[in-house]
């Protein structure tokens, strides 16, 4: 086998182009067992990417040459042919190989990123280090997707790095595709204007027929394709990219390693910007991924939105509220498969928007609508919106708008790593005056949640939940309205779980209770404004002990301690409450399973168990 003699992309330029096209062939059935065997992974994106990563690497010179891969989506075979082949039996495992470039694995990896469509701003920051008095004239070359360029930081980047002049070359993967298929006209006009064969024979028929009248024929001729110039220059991209500053070529078969080492290599030799435009198929050569018309298996795993899962849950409250309330809108950005928004895109036709990868627009577009009568539900990660937080903060809390925000992957969220553990939400979303929070224990709680936030009009609500195991509880012990909800009464500590993290005070409880101590155990439910009488309750307890799967630090526990402490400030020192909260430490995690890592900080059960006795000082 090829695969087997490449440790490093020098090897690559040994090869023939049958001997590429071999090598591609090994490594994407590579890939399809490396990502079964680990059960998760992105799939149909690197398996559209084989050929263009071989001619990157066979047209620069990595790691001194800058790659730079935007999302890492398609960074597998990046991975591979930089001598991390042996790693991908611990493929997104803890203590294994990273789902996405990672700078302590290897000299290659530039920039750590999962967030879309950033990769163009580093590109022009590190092609202005390059041309600098500190630079050392390394070669930027930047890997876009389409589905990146939805977003409105890679047209920032553009417009910068095109004013910029700065050298930089920006290859557009171009597979119609982000998650779901892209929403955008940019590629859709090339495809359909300039490699379109029947387009191409009619323009030159249309030509020949005016040609061939009397007299005229040639003025009406230059007059047609004068037209036709004026129709490019409003929907080709090379008038786009260009008016910008920044040069174009393409589109180009990205499967064509030849063809693609041509492209590159003209545009290395240019001292200004230029987009070389790729165009691939996602899911190549895999039937499974070419025959899948959402994602093509943009990412493989267990299904999010399986019966019993968070996600199942939100999508029949979801269509359920659709149904009684007419007015009640879904949108996501790109990802409306993995939210679980296309069963209501389906039901309601028309009522379910896509925006791409652009949360910010999300946001303030929702605003809009909320002004305008809906009532709009944004439904994304948890990661994705803190990209968003302004706009939530003074487009919709500043207006008291009543957007309803469904945060998916709330909490640790496990293989993806540091850049998808949703932690932010809760400290950052608490701090914008009006916003009511909620956050489910149970799939029935995230049901009735959403009924309580659509019930809301005075300002923005939001409901988070994990990627985890979900609950399933009896209809008696399911809460209502703003209120939290008892499950059990005691005298010595009073436990409070955010969310997810009930289950883990629950268990902890029967463990105290077998060691004597009695315990209260409350789900907040609303954890802001948090329920008068949890404080009330909480306050009668000699400990307290709050836990949440966010910051620990400006988080959910620290205003219960607050709370609490301003409700006993008349007591005696001595009987004042002894508050402990525990969360997530500042800092940045490394991927494994969710529990495990929650385990490790020590919270869980036997976390919960310990912190209750050094709260009662045992």
């Not at 920044?246 to 041509?262: F, M, N, Q, S």
């Not at 540091?418 to 489910?440: E, N, Q, R, Y």
């Not at 059990?488 to 436990?495: E, P, Q, W, Y």
């Not at 800092?587 to 490790?600: E, M, N, R, T, V």
Request: net charge negative; with cysteine; glycine share 10%.
């Amino acid at each position: 086998m090829h695969l087997d003699r490449i440790s490093c992309p020098a090897d690559l330029r040994r090869l023939s182009y049958d001997q590429l096209d071999e090598l591609a062939g090994e490594i994407r059935e590579f890939i399809v067992d490396a990502i079964d065997h680990v059960g998760s992974g992105h799939l149909g994106s690197n398996l559209g990417a084989v050929e263009l990563t071989l001619a990157v690497h066979r047209v620069f010179d990595s790691p001194r040459d800058i790659v730079l891969w935007d999302t890492g989506h398609q960074a597998y075979v990046h991975k591979i042919v930089t001598g991390r082949r042996q790693q991908f039996e611990f493929l997104r495992q803890a203590g294994g190989l990273s789902g996405y470039p990672c700078r302590e694995e290897s000299e290659h990896d530039w920039v750590e990123n999962s967030h879309a469509s950033t990769i163009i701003s580093y590109a022009h920051g590190l092609a202005v280090a390059q041309e600098s008095d500190q630079g050392e004239g390394r070669r930027v070359v930047a890997i876009i997707g389409d589905g990146s360029m939805t977003g409105g930081m890679a047209y920032e980047a553009l417009n910068n790095l095109g004013h910029s002049g700065k050298k930089a070359i920006i290859i557009l993967n171009d597979n119609g595709r982000s998650y779901a298929p892209t929403v955008s006209r940019l590629t859709e006009t090339v495809s359909r204007l300039r490699v379109d064969p029947r387009y191409v024979r009619q323009r030159t028929r249309a030509e020949e027929a005016v040609r061939k009248v009397p007299y005229v024929g040639d003025h009406l001729a230059w007059g047609m394709l004068g037209a036709l110039a004026g129709v490019r220059e409003m929907v080709e991209p090379p008038v786009f990219f260009e008016t910008l500053g920044v040069k174009y070529t393409g589109p180009i078969d990205g499967h064509d390693v030849a063809g693609l080492e041509r492209a590159l290599r003209h545009a290395a030799e240019l001292d200004e910007p230029i987009v070389v435009h790729v165009l691939t198929d996602k899911g190549k050569g895999h039937a499974p991924a070419e025959n899948d018309p959402i994602k093509r298996m943009h990412d493989f795993g267990p299904g999010v939105a399986k019966a019993g899962t968070w996600t199942a849950a939100f999508t029949e409250a979801l269509i359920k509220e659709g149904e009684n309330r007419p007015e009640v809108v879904a949108i996501t950005a790109a990802m409306p498969d993995s939210t679980g928004l296309l069963p209501f895109g389906e039901r309601f036709p028309g009522r379910m928007i896509d925006v791409g990868i652009a949360e910010q627009h999300a946001v303030t577009s929702a605003a809009g609508m909320a002004m305008g009568g809906l009532r709009p539900v944004v439904a994304l990660y948890s990661t994705f919106l803190t990209r968003a937080i302004d706009q939530a903060n003074l487009d919709v809390g500043l207006h008291g708008q009543p957007v309803v925000f469904c945060l998916d992957r709330a909490g640790i969220t496990g293989d993806d790593g540091p850049s998808h553990h949703g932690v932010l939400d809760m400290v950052l979303l608490s701090k914008i005056p009006g916003i009511t929070m909620f956050a489910p224990s149970s799939y029935q709680e995230l049901q009735q949640q959403l009924h309580d936030a659509l019930e809301i009009t005075s300002g923005p609500v939001s409901l988070r939940w994990p990627k985890t195991a979900c609950p399933q509880v009896d209809e008696g012990e399911v809460g209502s309205g703003l209120k939290g909800r008892k499950l059990a009464s005691g005298t010595d500590v009073c436990l409070v779980g955010v969310g997810k993290m009930l289950a883990a005070c629950s268990e902890a409880a029967a463990i105290l209770e077998e060691q004597g101590v009695s315990c209260s155990v409350w789900d907040p439910r609303v954890v802001h404004p948090l329920d008068p009488a949890l404080v009330a309750d909480a306050a009668d307890h000699p400990a307290v002990v709050c836990i949440e799967d966010g910051y620990r630090d400006g988080g959910i526990g620290m205003t219960l301690a607050d709370l609490v402490a301003e409700a006993t400030v008349d007591r005696p020192r001595g009987d004042q409450p002894v508050v402990r909260v525990m969360g997530v430490p500042t800092q940045f995690l490394a991927h494994g399973k969710p529990d495990a890592i929650l385990a490790s900080l020590d919270l869980d059960a036997a976390g919960v168990v310990a912190e209750a006795h050094r709260a009662l000082g045992r």
